[in-house]
């Protein structure tokens, strides 16, 4: 009868000398490998299974007789169902056993286990067979959060953009005239609330091009100065009824309080008068009481 080895957490293996392996929530199967003379190939999935957080794992070895039904192959290819021996000798027959797979889809039980082990923790591969030396993919599929330096790795796949300085950005807008230019510096200004002058988007109310203004009106709702108003107030006045429906919404952005004083001149504009009406809806709603909490209120009082 051959001698298997399943790996698994530490801190399964009480449970496992008394009821044996059992199936997990997530994978409805048991994964093992075949006990064979090279031990490197026997336990080649330690450091891959480390990945998922453990931080000591064990050897459970068991034994099945060669006739028992088993499925086997490489982990990125089809599995087949064969006779126990038979995987094992298709397993000794490969050129390049790294990445070789079995399991099976009953339990073993705890008199089929002959003995639990701890093993060296940095045998075997990680994220793939003969990956050492090379940068390891960072995609969601090779590479789920929360895996061990998952972050660092993450970022040195798919670094992160440098951000422009906002000096930088100032001095790019009151130089280009290129509307692609203009637009992905207005994006970054986004990125907070400021409470500075700016008047150097003024220079982009004088360029001809509506994309721009609509997205300058809703840049100007995160600079919380004098300016910022004065200029919302003039593309409301536009001609586009997109760049209208930014400016003031980016007005009641700044001044939430003060809707009709911001806009009450304005509300002629049906436009204008759309925008307000769906933010006096928001705040009717924000502000009246529901059910349960009218409830919970009378509970307290008791």
Request: net charge positive.
């Amino acid at each position: 009868m051959p001698t298997l080895v399943h790996i698994t957490d530490e801190k399964n293996s009480a449970r496992i000398k008394r009821s044996g392996i059992t199936r997990g929530k997530d994978r409805r199967v048991i994964f093992f490998m075949p006990v064979v003379q090279d031990h490197f190939i026997s336990h080649q999935w330690l450091r891959e299974l480390r990945r998922s957080g453990a931080r000591v794992l064990v050897g459970v070895y068991f034994r099945l007789p060669s006739e028992e039904l088993v499925w086997a192959g490489r982990y990125n290819a089809p599995h087949r169902q064969m006779p126990l021996g038979q995987a094992i000798g298709e397993l000794n027959a490969l050129p390049d056993p790294l990445g070789f797979e079995m399991f099976m889809e009953r339990k073993i039980e705890a008199g089929e286990v002959t003995k639990i082990r701890h093993l060296p923790q940095k045998i075997g591969w990680r994220y793939r067979p003969h990956s050492h030396g090379k940068q390891p993919c960072g995609c969601p599929v090779c590479l789920p959060k929360g895996a061990i330096r998952s972050r660092k790795i993450r970022e040195k796949y798919d670094p992160k953009p440098i951000p422009v300085p906002y000096e930088t950005l100032k001095a790019t807008i009151g130089e280009s005239f290129d509307i692609d230019v203009l637009l992905d510096c207005l994006w970054p200004l986004r990125n907070k609330r400021r409470k500075a002058d700016p008047a150097f988007l003024q220079r982009l109310m004088t360029i001809d091009n509506a994309a721009l203004h609509e997205e300058l009106a809703r840049t100007l709702g995160h600079f919380k100065h004098d300016n910022s108003k004065r200029m919302l107030v003039a593309l409301c006045g536009h001609e586009s009824a997109d760049v209208k429906e930014a400016a003031a919404e980016s007005l009641l952005q700044l001044y939430p309080h003060d809707a009709n004083g911001v806009l009450g001149t304005l509300r002629a504009d049906p436009v204008i008068n759309k925008v307000l009406a769906a933010s006096t809806s928001q705040l009717t709603t924000a502000s009246t009481p529901t059910r349960a909490s009218t409830a919970r209120a009378g509970d307290a009082g008791r």
